[in-house]
Each structure stands twice: as C-alpha cells, then as structure tokens.
C-alpha cells in the first residue's frame, strides 16, 4: 500500500512564501512521477508541478518561476514564493508511474494566503 503524507501547509501574508513536503512511503515503482496539484473551493483539481524519477519537471504557466518543485529519493518540495491570495488551496501530492498508471493521492494540506 502506498501512502503520500503531505506537510508544511497554513496561513502566510501576501508575497510570503511557504515549502510544502510530501513523503511517499509504501511499495511503488521507482520510474515514477510526484508532482503537486491543488484545489481552491469551487474549483477543479488542476496541476501546480512535477518532477519523474529522472529530475525533469514540469511546471503550470501560471506557477513557472513563483513555484520550485524538487525531490529527495521518495519526497518531494514545493517550495512557493510571491505568494498571491489566489494561491489559497488545498495541495495534493500525487504519485504515478507510467509502468501501472495508478494515481496514488495524499490527503491534501491547506495553504491560506490572506493579510
């Protein structure tokens, strides 16, 4: 079973910053993608960034040099700067691997931005 623990969520001011992290432990393949996607209310679940197994990312237009994601073996950052009142969401962590193509989500921590 496969288990994504999300952390490093809460409430920072306008143009603050904030380093979200997810652990990932359990039995997974290790050619794989985490990437972090987030959810504001009323809104669809939509990709912020990810990084594969082999270091290379991909970035939302809107998040590219605001967001930085990056990996340690099995956990990955999201370090956010400039961060905007829009930014406010829950942030998932995701794990995928092209070998199976099952989705694997963490329960999700919340980033409010608001002064």
């Known amino acids: 079973q496969v288990q994504l623990v999300e952390s490093g969520g809460g409430l920072v001011q306008p143009g603050g910053s904030l380093t979200l992290s997810c652990a990932a432990s359990?039995?997974?393949?290790?050619?794989?993608?985490m990437s972090w996607y987030r959810q504001a209310p009323g809104k669809e679940r939509e990709l912020v960034a990810g990084?594969?197994?082999?270091?290379g990312t991909n970035y939302a237009d809107s998040e590219k040099g605001r967001f930085t994601i990056s990996r340690d073996k099995n956990t990955v950052y999201l370090q956010m700067k400039s961060l905007k009142p829009e930014d406010t969401a829950g942030y998932y962590c995701?794990?995928?691997?092209?070998?199976?193509?099952?989705?694997?989500w963490g329960k999700g921590t919340l980033v409010t931005v608001s002064s």
């Open positions: 995701n794990l995928r691997s092209p070998v199976d193509n099952v989705n694997y």
């Open positions: 359990g039995t997974f393949f290790s050619i794989n993608t």
């Open positions: 990084i594969n197994s082999g270091g």
